[in-house]
């Protein structure tokens, strides 16, 4: 079974500040994909990142990087000089990979409320 | 592309009455839908998985006659609430795979919140 922990459940900083969101995942698949997505208060999902597990490089992208750890399963999410646009709920997710038989289901972490002060 | 709308965006109903969300591809042929449920400040949990043409896939602890599920083309998919109660009020979210798409792609829709009175 799979599953995603995000231990943090809300975190508040203040405008200009880094702030990095953890995220911590089991499963018995060799291959498999991790996820990042924002939710803002609106609702709707936007998709910030996807990682494969056979892709252990680092990325960045603007003011956000991602740090996939597979000895410690973890792919944490780190926001730099954050905006108070930056406020929502974050979102650690894990899919099945193609050889585990069943749908390539995507398992959701409890999310992580950021609150970015100004 | 990869566009996913949800019908309604919200929805307010009576007790005791059915409500039907559609979640549908605009831009391209799904072989496999999602629907998500998301209770206020909790994660996304996965109801069912439906693929176009048969009959879906429901995660263990979901009532298959209260959450009907429908996925009757490669572009649209419902999921009907059956004799709702207040405690089926919830954020409905929707996604799907693309037909001969990477299938750890997945596209959500926008959402659908019920609430039940």
């Known amino acids: 079974a799979q599953k995603v922990t995000q231990a943090q459940t809300e975190i508040s900083v203040v405008e200009k500040e880094d702030v990095t969101l953890d995220c911590v995942y089991e499963t018995r698949d060799t291959t498999y994909y991790l996820f990042w997505y924002k939710q803002p208060p609106s609702g709707e999902l936007v998709f910030l990142i996807r990682r494969n597990s056979f892709d252990e490089q680092n990325e960045i992208s603007g003011r956000y990087s991602w740090n996939f750890q597979k000895s410690t399963s973890s792919f944490n999410f780190t926001i730099t000089a954050s905006q108070v646009v930056d406020s929502a709920v974050y979102f650690c997710?894990?899919?099945?990979?193609?050889?585990?038989?069943?749908?390539?289901?995507?398992?959701f972490g409890t999310g992580t409320k950021l609150q970015v002060i100004p | 592309g990869a566009v996913v709308s949800q019908h309604p965006s919200w929805v307010i109903c009576k007790s005791g009455t059915s409500v039907k969300i559609e979640c549908r591809s605009l831009d391209f042929q799904a072989t496999t839908m999602f629907w998500y449920r998301q209770f206020p400040k909790q994660s996304l949990m996965l109801m069912a998985t439906?693929?176009?043409?048969?009959?879906?896939?429901?995660e263990q602890g979901v009532e298959k006659d209260k959450f009907l599920i429908n996925h009757a083309s490669l572009t649209l998919s419902t999921l009907t609430v059956t004799s709702a109660h207040p405690e089926d009020s919830s954020f409905y979210i929707c996604s799907a795979r693309e037909r001969g798409g990477p299938a750890y792609e997945q596209y959500f829709g926008p959402g659908t919140r019920l609430t039940v009175t």
């Open positions: 997710a894990l899919s099945e990979g193609p050889y585990s038989g069943g749908y390539q289901k995507v398992t």
């Open positions: 439906s693929n176009e043409g048969s009959k879906a896939t429901y």
